[in-house]
Nanobody, 119 residues
């Protein structure tokens, strides 16, 4: 059973930084590609960033490029999202996702962590 445990959300002023963490429990971390999504009130859940199983490839939504960094250090079963230069538009619940490739792919989601950016 895959369990994703997120942490690091909170309240920050505009221009500040936060680092989100997502620990994968129950399975081999290296098996999974990892990603972050977010959902603001009244909006659809949207893609933020993703990183491949080995960490060599990353992708970002245009809205966060240059401000957010996704990483998965060796020997840690954790993916991070470093968020800098935050704006009120970044306010949302942030969700971690783990994907194992297959036919079909299988996705697992964390419970979400609230990020609130005040102006």
């Amino acid at each position: 059973q895959v369990q994703l445990v997120e942490s690091g959300g909170g309240l920050v002023q505009a221009g500040g930084s936060l680092r989100l963490s997502c620990e994968l429990k129950g399975r081999t971390f290296a098996t999974y590609a990892m990603g972050w999504f977010r959902q603001a009130p009244g909006k659809e859940r949207e893609f933020v960033a993703a990183i491949s199983r080995g960490g060599a490839t990353t992708n970002y939504a245009d809205s966060v490029k240059g401000r957010f960094t996704i990483s998965r250090p060796d020997a840690k079963d954790t993916v991070y999202l470093q968020m800098n230069s935050l704006t009120p538009e970044d306010t949302a619940v942030y969700y971690c996702k783990a994907r194992v490739a297959g036919d079909p792919d299988v996705d697992y989601w964390g419970q979400g962590t609230q990020v609130t950016v005040s102006s």
